[in-house]
């Protein structure tokens, strides 16, 4: 495909499509609720224009936005289309200005990374907890008589049991700490996080709950992708 146009076009429709979204939502201000979005295509660009052709569904149409390149505000980052070669630039920073002003990240998050060891850790941290909460004695007796376990247990430092004591003994008021601090980074980090990055649904819940679990560990692999 030696046409720069067609490239161009071939390349933002099949891989660009949240940008092209926004292209239509910020430069045609167009309500996204009435915008179908799978329907936004690139159908002409040159070195004075982008004519995007789009569907919306009230009333059910078809409409086209021609957007000159001198036209289309970057707010700060002003890349003058001279040459095709410039076109790449330019539609980047459109991008940026476009999500930007709709309060996005420019790029989608739909990615979910499964858990660390130190993430891990706070899977059967939590079993444990919740049945000291609601019966200590449920664990106790359980390995009480287990030869296996107890060879373990023998060779733990003293301050590993009194550290199991204080959370056997405490083990609902710990349930209830970590919950409220997990829950906090869940709605104040981990909610605006993806919401920025326009996660879906079922993406966001999946952050949210290993968030819940793990507590910050599922935050630093969360910060690693945005």
């Known amino acids: 495909m030696s046409d720069p146009s067609a490239r161009i076009i071939s390349h933002m429709n099949d891989d660009h499509q949240l940008s092209l979204n926004d292209y239509v939502v910020v430069y045609g201000a167009v309500d996204p609720k009435i915008l179908v979005e799978d329907s936004v295509r690139i159908t002409k660009v040159d070195t004075e224009s982008i004519v995007i052709e789009y569907d919306i569904i009230n009333p059910a149409t078809t409409k086209t936005l021609a957007l000159y390149w001198t036209d289309a505000e970057t707010e ?7 040459s095709f070669s410039d076109i790449k630039g330019k539609l980047i920073a459109m991008a940026k200005y476009c999500a930007n002003k709709q309060g996005f990240a ?49 060779y733990l430092p003293p301050l590993a049991f009194s550290a199991y004591q204080f959370t056997e003994l405490n083990a609902l008021k710990i ?8 829950l906090s980074e869940v ?13 879906p649904t079922d993406v966001r819940l999946k952050w949210y709950v290993m968030n819940f679990i793990e507590g910050f560990t599922a935050l630093l692999r969360l910060k690693k992708l945005g």
Do not use: Q
Not at 76 to 82: F, I, L, Y
Not at 175 to 181: D, Q, R
């Open 106 to 154: 420019m790029k989608k998050l739909t990615e979910v990374v499964a858990p660390d060891l130190g993430g891990l850790v706070m899977y059967p941290t939590w079993i444990v907890l919740l049945i000291n909460a609601y019966n200590p004695s449920i664990l106790r007796n359980l390995f009480a008589n287990d030869a296996l376990f107890k060879r373990i247990v023998s």
């Open 187 to 199: 709605l104040f980090i981990a909610r605006p996080f993806l919401a920025r990055r326009r996660a």
């Open 175 to 182: 349930c209830i700490g970590l919950a409220a601090i997990h």
């Open 76 to 82: 700060g980052e002003e890349v003058p289309v001279k």
